[in-house]
């Protein structure tokens, strides 16, 4: 079965950074179509970032120039490097393998000061 673990949330400051790995299995990898979603308490899920087989990368205005999605296929990990961050980045982030149905728990992210 497909399993998505995310990590490496958590509080920070605005204007700090942060870097989100998601761990995958259950898919082939290399060639799965990656992506970022995240959601805030009382908001839809939004699509953040994606990245194809072949490292294309597509972000959401919000955060486009301040985020950066990546993926290393040797560890079948898609990251997002965060800087920059605002309080309006606060939610939840979740990985998706998008041509399959499975989200992981998520990882928190808490910007404030």
């Known amino acids: 079965q497909v399993q998505l673990v995310e990590s490496g949330g958590g509080l920070v400051q605005p204007g700090g950074s942060l870097r989100l790995s998601c761990?995958?299995?259950?898919i082939i990898f290399s060639i799965a179509?990656?992506?970022?979603?995240?959601?805030?308490a009382?908001?839809?899920?939004?699509?953040?970032?994606?990245?194809?087989?072949?490292?294309?990368?597509?972000?959401?205005?919000?955060?486009?120039?301040?985020?950066?999605?990546?993926?290393?296929?040797?560890?079948?990990?898609?990251?997002?490097?965060?800087?920059?961050?605002?309080?309006?980045?606060t939610a939840v982030y979740y990985c998706r393998a998008m041509r399959y149905s499975s989200w992981g728990q998520g990882t928190q992210v808490a910007v404030s000061s």
């Open 42 to 89: 009382g908001n839809q899920r939004e699509l953040v970032a994606t990245i194809t087989q072949n490292s294309g990368t597509s972000y959401a205005d919000s955060v486009k120039g301040r985020f950066t999605i990546s993926r290393d296929n040797a560890k079948n990990t898609v990251y997002l490097r965060m800087n920059s961050l605002k309080p309006e980045d």
């Open 23 to 26: 761990v995958a299995s259950g």
């Open 33 to 40: 179509p990656m992506a970022w979603y995240r959601q805030a």
